[in-house]
């Protein structure tokens, strides 16, 4: 059986990863593709901390990520084999994580804001595709999603932006733009811009996949 294609994604917090990862899904079966987040390698640590601890903890470092778990994992998808894994519930030490099954596929989604510094992963990637916004457009996005969607005041999310996102960003990413195979600019809050630049990446990996 051949190997999977690998694909990475890459984009800082509020460049629009996510929505891509939606949009780029939706033109492929789950027999198709499969994803696997860097997020859910997070080393669990909530559940111990104070809000004012996890406020100030810094989850935008590279060593906040069980990152030989991850490489193994995406080792055994390339085998062919499946794999299992608690989900990230976002720093939430009351939330009960479901357990993920991730199951093989001829495309391979990795994921992450650092899946590019870690080497052995970037190495085994086939396609880069580098996400980029603006940064006073993916702050304003941080913000929309971490006040409505997690419940952080605006004094936390702006702290972890300053002293967290935007040094992790420039320090374990943007180094990585210029290898990048696709590098992405999302500025636009138009929906049918991103769709249009899946569907462009979805027809060429059928063309050379499936």
């Known amino acids: 059986m051949n190997k999977p294609y690998i694909i990475g994604i890459a984009g800082g917090s ?23 987040s860097q997020d859910d390698y997070y080393f669990p640590v909530a559940h111990t901390m ?3 601890e996890n406020k100030l903890y810094n989850f935008d470092l590279p060593d906040t990520i069980d990152h030989t778990h991850f490489e193994e994992d995406i080792e055994k998808l390339v ?8 989900e990230y519930t976002f720093n939430n030490p009351n939330a009960i994580p479901k357990t993920l099954e991730i199951k093989p596929a001829p495309i391979l989604i990795v994921e992450g804001l650092f899946i590019l510094h870690f080497r052995k992963i970037a190495d085994m ?3 880069k595709v580098f996400i980029d916004a603006d940064e006073d457009i993916a702050l304003q996005r941080r913000l929309k999603r971490d006040l409505t969607e997690r419940g952080y005041s605006n004094d936390d999310v702006h702290y972890k932006w300053v002293n967290h996102v935007v040094p992790a960003y420039k320090e374990y990413l943007l180094p990585y733009k210029g290898e990048s195979h696709k590098v992405i600019t999302n500025n636009s809050h138009v929906a049918e811009d991103i769709i249009c630049v899946t569907e462009a990446i979805a027809k060429e990996l059928r063309e050379k996949v499936l």
């Open 14 to 36: 509020g460049s629009g990863k996510t929505f891509f990862l939606k949009c780029f899904l939706q033109h492929f079966t789950h027999e198709e593709v499969c994803l696997v």
């Open 50 to 52: 104070t809000a004012e």
């Open 79 to 86: 085998s062919y084999q499946p794999i299992y894994k608690q």
């Open 125 to 127: 990637l086939d396609m």
